[in-house]
């Protein structure tokens, strides 16, 4: 990732002029449904494996990702991958890719994402979230409800920041990488690739690829 991001992503293009299609349709589509409305998006429906019994924002059912031609929506419609687990989010970006689908990111109004920040596509950005200048949050993220990511912290594809949890400066974490509730990272620590952090973890130390760390301080549980 590159640190210099060419777009400001606070002021992104939302494309209000076309209808929003998420990709999931449980709880986190839910928080997702929520933020597109409060930034002018109409629903244009949503895709699942089947259809949901719970609809609470009355959005149309299109049928399954995996049986449907998303192409003949590209030219009306903007597509969100609206899942909390990482790796299907993955997936579902991936059928997106390969329909070049038109994408963009949610960012909710009291969410504070500074302009000298950088926000892919795919990615949100819950409520009273915060992301301080030269930031960069890579694709298909979640930064959720009261997350603080600070000063130059570097996040990769597909991370779940949790609620609450709070990234100091120059951290990074690697791609499908997931940090609990609550946890807080010290200043500069790096963070590999499909760790999992328990809630509520102090992360003092460095911790490499593919591994669960839980506690205060947090320490190795097992291999991912």
């Not at 949050?137 to 009261?146: D, E, L, M, S």
Request: charged letters at 15%.
């Amino acid at each position: 990732m590159n640190i210099l991001c060419k777009e400001s992503l606070i002021y992104q293009v939302v494309y209000v002029d076309k209808k929003l299609i998420l990709l999931g349709y449980s709880g986190h589509a839910y928080v997702a449904a929520d933020i597109a409305l409060l930034m002018g998006y109409q629903m244009g429906g949503y895709l699942d494996q089947q259809e949901s019994l719970n609809n609470p924002f009355q959005i149309q059912y299109l049928g399954s990702e995996k049986n449907i031609d998303l192409s003949k929506f590209s030219k009306d419609h903007v597509f969100f991958p609206a899942v909390g687990d990482n790796q299907i989010r993955q997936k579902l970006f991936q059928v997106m890719e390969l329909n070049v689908c038109l994408q963009t990111k949610l960012i909710h109004p009291k969410a504070v994402v500074s302009a000298m920040a950088c926000v892919a596509d795919s990615t949100l950005v819950a409520a009273s979230a915060v992301i301080n200048p030269l930031a960069v949050i890579g694709r298909g993220c979640i930064i959720n409800t009261g997350a603080v990511i600070e000063h130059e912290c570097q996040i990769e594809d597909f991370v779940h920041i949790a609620p609450g949890a709070v990234l100091a400066g120059h951290v990074s974490v690697g791609h499908g990488t997931f940090v609990g509730a609550g946890a807080l990272v010290k200043q500069g620590i790096k963070i590999g690739r499909n760790v999992v952090v328990g809630a509520g973890a102090v992360v003092l130390a460095d911790i490499p690829d593919a591994e669960t760390w839980v506690g205060m301080p947090a320490s190795f549980v097992k291999k991912n």
